[in-house]
C-alpha cells in the first residue's frame, strides 16, 4: 500500500524558515517524480513544485509564488522528500501535500498533508 | 501556463440525480487530466486519472471522458456521500494548474 506521511508544519513568524518532510512507502521511491502541493484556508489547490528522479535528471521546477524562497530535494536512501521554506510569509499559511507524479497508465498518490501557519 | 476552468462553480442536486460537471484547459493536455474530491477539513481523493481511469476502490457510479482541452466527470447516480467540492488538475505541462473547483450540495 502507498503511504506518504508529511510532517514539519507549525507556526513560523513571517520572515522564518522551517522544513517540511514527507516519508514515502509502498512504492519504488528513487523512480518516482515527486511534487508539493498546497491549499490555503478556504482556498484552492496550488501547485509548490516537482523533483524529477535521479535517473531523470533529478531537477526541479517550481510555482512562480515560491521561486527563490522555496527548495524541494530528496533523500532516495530513506525514502523521504523535502521541502525547504525560507522568507515565509503569510499567504504561505497552507496545507502542504506531498504528492506522486501521475501518468498515462498509473495514477498519482497524495498525502493527508500537515498545516503550515505564518504569523506573527 | 495552462489555465483549467470548471463549469459550473457550484450546483444543487437531489440524491440519485445524474450529475455532470466540466474542465476545460486553455490549450491541449491530451489525456493528462485528474479529477478530485474534496470534503471539509480532509484531503483531495483521487476519482480518475489520465481523463477516464477510475481509481481503484472509486464507486463505478463516478466516470471521466474528454481529451484535448473538454473534459467531464460523471456522477451517474448522486448518493448522499457524493456532496463534496471536486477539483480538475492538468499533469502535462509544468507548471501543474487546478481549476477552481465545482462545489456540489444538497438541494
Known amino acids: 500500500e502507498v503511504q506518504l506521511v508529511e510532517s514539519g508544519g507549525g507556526l513560523v513568524e513571517p520572515g522564518g524558515s522551517l522544513r517540511l518532510s514527507c516519508a514515502a512507502s509502498g512504492f519504488t521511491f528513487n523512480t518516482a517524480w515527486m511534487n508539493w502541493v498546497r491549499q490555503a484556508p478556504g482556498k484552492g489547490l496550488e501547485w509548490v513544485g516537482r523533483v524529477k528522479s535521479k535517473d531523470a535528471g533529478g531537477t526541479t521546477d517550481y510555482a512562480a509564488p515560491v521561486k527563490g524562497r522555496f527548495t524541494i530535494s530528496r533523500d532516495d536512501s530513506n525514502n523521504t522528500l523535502y521541502l525547504q521554506m525560507s522568507s515565509l510569509k503569510t499567504e504561505d499559511t497552507a496545507v502542504y501535500y506531498c504528492t506522486t507524479n501521475g501518468g498515462p497508465d498509473w495514477p498519482p498518490y497524495w498525502g493527508q498533508g500537515t498545516l503550515l501557519t505564518v504569523s506573527s | 501556463d495552462i489555465q483549467m476552468t470548471q463549469s459550473p462553480s457550484s450546483l444543487s442536486a437531489s440524491v440519485g440525480d445524474r450529475v455532470t460537471l466540466t474542465c476545460r484547459a486553455s490549450h491541449s493536455i491530451n489525456k493528462y487530466l485528474n479529477w478530485f474530491q474534496q470534503k471539509p477539513g480532509k484531503a483531495p481523493k483521487l476519482l480518475i486519472y489520465?481523463?477516464?481511469n477510475l481509481e481503484r476502490g472509486v464507486p463505478s457510479r463516478f466516470s471521466g471522458s474528454g481529451s484535448g482541452t473538454d473534459f467531464t466527470l460523471t456522477i451517474s447516480s448522486l448518493q448522499p456521500e457524493d456532496f463534496a467540492t471536486y477539483y480538475c488538475q492538468q499533469s502535462h505541462i509544468i507548471p501543474v494548474t487546478f481549476g477552481p473547483g465545482t462545489k456540489v450540495d444538497i438541494k
Open positions: 489520465a481523463a477516464s
